[in-house]
């Protein structure tokens, strides 16, 4: 497997189980919070699946991903009242991008934090970035509290969240994914600030 998402960025939405997992992950959403009106960051946005779906009734969506070649897809579909950033997120990039200086009412990640080398620390900067009651909506594939593969329980993502300063947290499983594999299921978890 390759160490850059820009091998995969050509390809991506070919990829049935990509774009079945960005309907689930839109529907639970909408199931939860209110897009209308939002200002929203899509954080690990990849080629931008939920970003479009959000696109269609939120104010304003900042779609920020590593990988230049999977913000050059997202760029390419001409999404009105979206913004791509190609970059890490980082304090030195939050502190002088204009996109960032205004909060966020809603941030989501979806399995995206999963692949984050230092989680908590990208949750406190995700926290800052948000309005007063602002939300953060994450999605990551679910793992059992032993499991020490890629994803969190539920568990790890509600102390995670309050250690970071969230507020009315709600951890759920809204869906599964099967394949040849076995069915494996995600870890959804909706916070404030």
Same mark, same amino acid.
């Given at each position: +497997? ?22 689930? &992950? ?12 939002? =200002? ?20 304003? %969506? %900042? ?17 009105? =009242?979206?913004?791509?950033? *190609? ?5 030195? +990039? %939050? ?13 989501? &990640?979806?399995?995206?934090? *999963? ?15 948000? *309005? ?44 599964? +994914? ?7 299921? %995600?870890?959804?978890?909706? *916070?404030?600030?």
């Amino acid at each position: +497997m390759s160490d850059s998402w820009d091998d995969y960025a050509d390809e991506w939405e070919s990829n049935p189980d990509v774009i079945s997992y960005a309907e689930h &992950a839109f529907n639970s959403l909408t199931n939860s919070v209110t897009l209308s009106g939002k =200002r929203v960051l899509d954080f690990g946005c990849g080629t931008g699946l939920l970003t479009e779906k959000l696109s269609r009734t939120a104010n304003e %969506v %900042v779609a920020l991903d590593p990988s230049q070649k999977m913000i050059d897809v997202l760029a390419c579909k001409g999404l009105d =009242r979206v913004i791509t950033v *190609a970059s890490e997120l980082t304090l030195e +990039m %939050v502190s002088t991008h204009p996109s960032f200086q205004s909060p966020f009412d809603l941030i989501v &990640a979806s399995s995206a934090l *999963a692949f984050v080398p230092e989680f908590e620390e990208t949750l406190s900067l995700l926290h800052s970035l948000l *309005a007063p009651q602002g939300q953060l909506v994450q999605w990551d594939w679910l793992k059992n509290d032993a499991d020490t593969g890629m994803g969190f329980s539920e568990t790890e993502l509600l102390n995670a969240y309050q250690a970071q300063g969230f507020a009315d947290v709600i951890v759920s499983v809204p869906f599964s +994914m099967s394949s040849p594999k076995g069915t494996m299921s %995600v870890v959804m978890g909706v *916070a404030a600030k």
